[in-house]
Structures are given as C-alpha cells and as structure tokens.
C-alpha cells in the first residue's frame, strides 16, 4: 500500500454548563439527560461497535471539567435512569395511541422509541453507570484520545485577571485527572477563544487601565497541556515567528511565508504558539473551514437531508419525533414520517462524500508541499446524535471507510502532533469561533452588564483571600471555598452566550443572578465570621441550601488564585 495522502482528526467538543438542581425543562437538568441519551451513551456503543469490527475511531473527545462532575454525581445518575423509563413509558402510550388511530407506521415508529430508550438503559445499567469511567476506559484501550478544559467553560480572553485563568485550569485539569485517572494533553478552550500577550491590555468594562497580560499559551503550557484548538482565521491570520530545526529556533522574516514550501498559514499541520521569538511549549491545530461545512453548514450541511429525523417536530408536550426533515424549508406542519430504512443509504452516502472531500485536500496539499498534512475538523459532540440523531452512524461510516481504504489515516490529535515536523512558530492574533470570529457572542449591549459583574467578584475575591485569615479558621475557609465555587460557575461562557442567542435568555439572566447573589452572600458571611459574628439560622439555611443546589468541585484549593500558588 502507497504512503498514507495524510491524517484526519475528527474533534468532538462535548459541555454543558452546570444544570443540576437548576431547574428541569425546557433549560436544566432536560439538557444533560438529552446530552447523555442521544450523544453520549451512542457515541460509547459507536466506539465498541467499530472496534469489533477491527477498526480504530481515534476520535479525540473533549468532555469539560463541569460536563464530567455532573454525568459522575448520585442526583445525574439516579433522574438519568428515571429519565429513560419515563421515556419508555412516552414511547408505549404513543404507541397505544396510535394504533388506536389506525397508524400503523407510527405505532411501529413508537416501538422503535421503547427499545431504543430501553437500549440505551441496559448500556447505562452494564457500565455501572459510570459515564466518565467509560470513556476513559475506550481511551485507555487506544481507541479514542480525551481532551481536558477549564473548569467551568470561561471565556478566557475576557477575564480580568490572571489568577482568575490560572485556578480555572487548574480546576479544570484536576477535575480531568480525578474521573479519568490520568492527566490528558490536549485541551478544548472555550469556544476557541485564544489571545497572545498584550503590553497594554485593556479591561473590557469599568476599568481603563491598561496592563501587560500574558498569552494564553503561557497558562496552558503552565498547566501541562501540549495542544489545543482554534479557528481558521488564528492561522490564516498568524504572523510567523520562527522555525524550529535540529533543537534550534531561527527567526524569520514575516515575507518568508510567501515563497517557503512548510505550509505557512495552512490550517492543515498544528503550529507552535508564541506571543514572541521563543521555544514553544504548546501548539494550537485549527478548523479546516471546507471540510467541516460539509456538517453544519446551514446550506449544504448532511444534516439537512430529507431522510434523517426532524429534530423540531415533536408530538405532543416533550414528546418523541415522529418526522423526518422531508425538506429543511418546509413548515414543521408539512413535514413527512420519519422511514428509518431510507437512513443507511443516506449515511453510506454521505460518509463517502465526506471522505473524498478530506481525500481531495489532503492530495492538493501533498501536491504542493510534498508535505502529508492534517485535517482537522472540530464539532459540538451534542451535534451528532442530539441535534442530529442520524450522526453517530454518519461518524461510525467514516471511520469504517477510512480504515477500509488505507489511503487517510484516521489519528487522534496527540498522534498527530507527534507524527508531525512540528516546524512553525507564529504569532497567533486574537479570536474565538463565535460569529464574527471576535469576543462579540460574548460581550456586546446584550450581556455586557454580566461582565460588570464578574470583574467585580473577581476583585472581591482576590480581596478576601488576602485579607481574611481563612487558612487559620476553618469556618472563613469554607465561606471562601463557597464564594470561589460560585465565582467559576458565574464565569461560565453559557450564560452571556444564551443572552446574546436569545436561546434561553430568562435562564441565562436566572444563572447568572444566582451564582452572583451567591457569591456575595459567602463573601459577606466569611467577613462576618472572620470578625467574630456567629451566623445566624438565616446565614445558616442560605449556606445549606448553597451548598446543596451547588454541590460540585468539592476539592477546591484557595491557593489556586494566589499569584505563584502561595
């Protein structure tokens, strides 16, 4: 067999903010259970089935510190059960339903509901119900690589001080190692969003002095992490620094990237980051824009297609779909049943055509650097299989074709990083993956109200934590543990992103509200009882009940957001 075109690495994101005990439906604890029943649990039974078919997925999936804690406590496992047997249930009374109506094809459609849920139940019950146990195990078997996160999904280029980015990896990549068991080397930042050092960084509210901020790369080095990912623009857009050979690093000429054969502002090899001329510690892969619009694309996207399930068109009150796409323009109200016999054509289908699309690229490249390149293609896990239900069996036809043919090869990212020259040293500008491919998603008139907030908790914190003697009384210890756990929850980049999206906006403003009020109560009760107060039964309830609805992160160390760890 000829020398492999080059390698594809499929990037699952996988997240969901904190929704435990933060209401049900239609924004709360509904959305991790979906999560868990449509991608998850698939994605799981996806892997086992293609390697006993002796192939390799080496899928790279990211699941966040905050995602992992929530699919790992008692509350997630015992309503996810309860969950998929109230959806059974659904699924039985559709079914008498309609075949009390004479609707035989929706009556079968409703008993395939049953035992899809009654599947996904018996696959939850053998793993014992250890949705992050499972995962590392495939990764440990070398099926798949896992990725970490910060702790609670924050925007990090926004946030005002460095201590404030330091505890959230450090959070983050504890929480990893704790329900995984080891420590992974590949990071998911939030929404892509990377900014390199500024002399003269400016906050983005209520403060105008400017300051020298690292870059991002230097706390994600800091914390062990030797890749991670951005947009197409951060590369497209780098400027080049400097070239990496035999242990040595040359500067270059920015014009060098215009006539030297290495691939320069090509999105398809990983390139070494750095805010100046220096060794790098970490390296940054980027979307390929062609290959993954063949996915969400709202215009030529595989989701769209007229066989697969209509993800809008439910029946009844939270009820089960019964409808196929039939035509993504058409009304929910003209759309046609669901046939799941016309879906595996349709998938075969489209699985070739996304191969060939990466075959195309990766031959293109070759033929004009003589180099094998990358193709890097990053999604919301909850896109397949959730929001696209036919998606995982798309992924399962990839990985199936590619390992059939042999001509791409099919590597998680840490395999491709080590498999690749590694040559590059840019400059990356500032970005995210958001609209626009700048902070707008996340700080516009919409939302900006909740980064005056943050900044002002992010002060009161770091106040406190100087000033109150917590490390000698036990009671201030806890109060501050309370405030720095509701500080990373109110950083959550969900809660201005729903704001701006008008996707959950009530539920956005509700969160953020809440973890704020929280804050400032443990903030005041740690003062008050580093004074000598004792709290009264009010104080007392309002700890309770903040420890009960927030019961997450139990082993955060205050020395986290002290400069230098002491």
Not at 52 to 80: D, N, S, Y
Not at 217 to 226: L, R, S, T
Not at 318 to 343: E, I, M
């Amino acid at each position: 067999m000829s020398e492999p075109l080059g390698n594809l690495c499929i990037v699952l994101h996988g997240h969901l903010p904190y929704v435990l005990h933060h209401g049900s439906y239609p924004h709360g604890e509904a959305w991790l259970f979906e999560g868990a029943a449509e991608t998850y649990l698939p994605l799981l039974d996806m892997i086992g089935e293609v390697a006993l078919h002796k192939a390799r997925p080496a899928l790279t999936i990211g699941i966040t510190p905050v995602l992992l804690e929530q699919l790992a406590h008692p509350r997630f496992k015992k309503g996810f059960a309860a969950y998929l047997l109230e959806r059974m249930d659904r699924a039985r009374q559709d079914r008498k339903e309609f075949e009390g109506k004479n609707e035989a094809h929706f009556a079968y459609l409703a008993g395939r509901w049953e035992q899809w849920y009654g599947h996904n139940l018996e696959i939850f019950e053998r793993m014992k119900q250890d949705i992050p146990g499972e995962f590392a195990a495939r990764c440990r078997e070398g099926h798949i690589e896992l990725l970490t996160s910060n702790a609670t999904h924050a925007y990090m280029p926004l946030l005002l001080n460095d201590e404030m980015i330091a505890a959230q990896m450090t959070l983050g990549t504890l929480t990893s190692e704790k329900h995984f068991g080891f420590r992974p080397r590949g990071m998911w930042l939030p929404e892509c969003a990377y900014r390199p050092q500024w002399e003269h960084w400016l906050p983005t509210v209520l403060y105008d002095n400017a300051r020298n901020r690292p870059g991002l790369e230097q706390f994600i080095a800091a914390a062990g992490v030797d890749h991670f990912f951005v947009d197409t623009h951060l590369i497209t857009g780098c400027q080049p620094l400097g070239i990496r050979q035999n242990g040595n690093l040359q500067g270059v000429p920015e014009s060098q990237a215009a006539w030297d054969n290495r691939g320069w502002r090509n999105v398809l090899e990983p390139v070494g980051v750095a805010s100046h001329l220096e060794m790098p510690k970490t390296w940054a892969f980027a979307r390929h824009p062609h290959v993954s619009e063949q996915v969400w694309s709202g215009s030529i996207g595989y989701p769209g297609a007229g066989q697969y399930l209509e993800f809008h068109r439910k029946s009844g009150e939270r009820g089960l779909r019964y409808h196929k796409v039939t035509h993504n323009k058409a009304p929910l109200s003209n759309k046609d049943p669901y046939y799941p016999d016309d879906v595996p054509g349709k998938c075969f289908e489209q699985a070739e055509h996304f191969c060939n699309v990466v075959r195309g690229v990766l031959r293109e490249y070759r033929n004009q650097t003589g180099r094998p390149g990358t193709v890097v293609a990053p999604f919301d896990a909850e896109l397949f299989g959730h929001w696209w239900f036919e998606g995982i069996r798309f992924l399962r036809d990839v990985v199936l074709n590619l390992n059939a043919a042999g001509d791409v090869k099919m590597r998680t990212t840490q395999e491709a990083l080590d498999a690749n020259p590694r040559d590059k040293v840019v400059r990356m500008p500032e970005g995210s993956w958001g609209e626009k491919g700048n902070h707008s998603v996340w700080i516009n008139e919409r939302n900006r109200w909740m980064w005056e907030i943050e900044y002002r908790a992010e002060g009161s914190l770091l106040k406190a934590i100087y000033e109150l003697p917590w490390r000698d009384n036990a009671k201030v210890h806890l109060q501050l543990q309370n405030a720095a756990r509701e500080l990373v929850l109110l950083q959550a980049s969900d809660w201005p992103f729903v704001v701006h999206t008008q996707g959950a906006t009530d539920y956005g403003i509700q969160r953020m509200a809440g973890h704020s009020t929280n804050f400032n109560r443990a903030i005041d009760m740690a003062a008050a009882v580093a004074a000598g107060a004792k709290l009264d039964e009010l104080q007392q309830a309002e700890t309770a009940e903040m420890e009960l609805h927030d019961s997450i992160f139990d082993d955060i160390d205050l020395n986290w957001w002290i400069r230098n760890g002491h």
